[in-house]
Every structure is written in C-alpha cells, then in structure tokens.
C-alpha cells in the first residue's frame, strides 16, 4: 500500500524560508520521480517540482530559483526547500509519486494528508 507523509508547514512572513518533508512507503521509492504539488483555493492544483528517480530536476517558472527539491534513497524521503516565500506561496502541499522514473511523465493522483504552509504578513 502507497503511503506518503508530508510534513513541515507552517506559518510565516513574505521572505521567510521553509522546509518540507514528505516519507514515503508501499512502492519502489528509488526507482520512481517524485513531485511536490500545491492547492490553494481558487487555484486548482499545481505543481512546484519535481526529481526524477537520477535526480534531476525541475520546476516550474513560479518558483524557479527558490524552491530546491532534493531526495534520500536510503530514507525513502524527499524533501523541498522554500525560499524567499510569498504570500502566493500559501497552499496545502503534497508530494506525490511519479508515474515515470523521469519527470514530465505525470503523478499519482494519491496524495497524502499534506502539510499547510500560510505565508502572511
């Protein structure tokens, strides 16, 4: 069974950094991309990176230059790194599991229970 567990969100002011962390379980984690995607209301679901199972990476140009995704095969974890945050920023985040060792291949739609990042001032 899939298990993703997000964790590490929370609230803070525009520039602030922050650092999420997402454990996961029930499939061959090193052999798989992983995303981090983010829904807010009125903005549908987006997503703000993605490591392929190699570890490249991508993102997209919103968060381009501050959000840094990394992964430990060992741990089964990835993690994302936010900085300079905006009040755009503010979202439940997910990880999800890639359909494809590489990315641009899609995700799972299962996400885990997520974790709230508010950045306000």
């Known amino acids: 069974e899939v298990q993703l567990v997000e964790s590490g969100g929370g609230a803070l002011q525009p520039g602030g950094s922050l650092r999420l962390s997402c454990a996961a379980s029930g499939f061959t984690f090193s052999s798989s991309s992983m995303y981090w995607v983010r829904q807010s209301p009125g903005r549908g679901l987006e997503w703000v990176s993605c490591?392929?199972?190699?570890?490249?990476?991508v993102y997209p140009d919103s968060v381009r230059g501050r959000f840094t995704i990394s992964r430990d095969n060992a741990k089964n974890t990835v993690d994302l790194l936010m900085d300079s945050l905006k009040t755009e920023d503010t979202a439940m985040y997910y990880c999800?599991?890639?359909?494809?060792?590489?990315?641009?291949?899609?995700?799972?739609?299962?996400r885990g229970q997520g974790t709230q990042v508010t950045v306000s001032s």
């Open positions: 999800a599991r890639g359909l494809r060792s590489f990315c641009g291949g899609g995700y799972s739609n299962y």
């Open positions: 490591i392929a199972a190699r570890g490249g990476t």
